[in-house]
């Protein structure tokens, strides 16, 4: 009994990876926007709140059915760079053991990354701004504004929309893009 449902239930996940590839080989990948640039010592300024201003809410009219897949990434910055920002960070972390659960990890098997963080949201200058939050406890996220607001180093902003797309097929894209760029930061896998 139980083995034909397994039997079953891998032929319908196979059903679902078929379709799911099929969409993927079938979509034409959007031109990315940005990059939106800050430094990491305007967080918690005029800066800030004026390019989260320039993101979609997700709440608009305009913005329902569309997910969003994003980069954060140091502008140019040598792999030194990344790695001092990544021990800052353990230390940040483990400073606020208390809240640990919302800060997101080094993914330490990546010791070359192209990138400090990808993710995806419905609501993205909502999710933006958690990145770059102060406050404590909260979303799982890198949560700058408690721990790198003092570094001067420039951080882009880049995104793709898809617009009214499978969540398996979103999932899959923002999990090649994390596959290619080794993010220093985050996790890979569905939300």
């Known amino acids: 009994m139980i083995e034909s449902v397994f039997a079953e239930a891998m032929q319908a996940a196979a059903v679902e990876l078929e379709r799911t590839r099929t969409e993927l080989h079938a979509l034409k990948c959007p031109l990315p926007s940005g990059p939106l640039t800050f430094n990491l010592k305007d967080l918690g300024s005029a800066k800030e709140a004026a390019l989260l201003q320039r993101l979609p809410t997700g709440y608009a009219k305009a913005d329902k059915g569309h997910d969003h897949i994003y980069v954060f990434s140091l502008s140019g910055a040598p792999l030194a760079v990344y790695k001092n920002l990544c021990k800052v960070f353990e230390g940040a972390r483990e400073a606020n053991s208390e809240h640990v659960a919302a800060y997101c990890r080094v993914i330490k098997e990546h010791d070359c990354p192209g990138a400090l963080y990808v993710g995806r ?71």
């Open 121 to 191: 949201s419905r609501h993205l200058r909502k999710r933006i701004a958690e990145h770059m939050d102060q406050k404590d406890g909260g979303t799982y996220a890198m949560h700058l504004g408690r721990w790198a607001s003092d570094l001067d180093l420039e951080v882009s902003i880049s995104y793709i929309s898809l617009e009214h797309r499978s969540d398996k097929l979103v999932q899959a894209v923002e999990d090649g893009l994390w596959v290619a760029l080794k993010p220093a930061l985050g996790r890979r896998g569905a939300r």
